[in-house]
């Protein structure tokens, strides 16, 4: 299995920026795709964005598509998510999972169960 740490959440403004971290240790090199997640106050945790290893492909939820980016340094085993021109409605808690087995429906993908390694989270929180 994977083990996933997050960090660089905090406050900021609205219309400020902070880039995420996850650190992977373990079978890394049995992860497929890495996806990032949140979980607002009083809600469910839901997809932010998700990069398929196979051909590091990237989608996106809706929401934050154009203002967030995910990415990935390998030989680090680090994910980022730099999130830009953050809303106060970007304001959560934010996981990051790691699937290992390929995914090969991009619905799929973007939904909790298509991963087994999930970090701790890190809070973000985004003032007006």
């Known amino acids: 299995q994977v083990q996933l740490v997050e960090s660089g959440g905090g406050l900021v403004q609205a219309g400020g920026s902070l880039r995420l971290s996850c650190a992977a240790s373990?079978?890394?090199?049995?992860?497929?795709?890495v996806g990032w997640f949140r979980r607002a106050p009083g809600k469910e945790r839901e997809f932010v964005a998700t990069m398929d290893y196979s051909d590091s492909s990237t989608y996106y939820a809706d929401s934050v598509k154009g203002r967030f980016t995910i990415s990935r340094h390998a030989a680090k085993n680090t994910v980022y998510l730099q999130m830009n021109s953050l809303k106060p409605e970007d304001t959560a808690v934010y996981y990051c999972?790691?699937?290992?087995?390929?995914?090969?429906?991009?619905?799929?993908?973007?939904?909790?169960?298509?991963?087994?390694?999930w970090g701790q989270g890190t809070q973000v929180t985004v003032s007006s």
């Open positions: 999972s790691a699937s290992g087995r390929r995914i090969w429906l991009v619905a799929t993908l973007k939904q909790e169960s298509a991963y087994d390694s």
């Open positions: 373990g079978r890394t090199f049995d992860t497929y795709a």
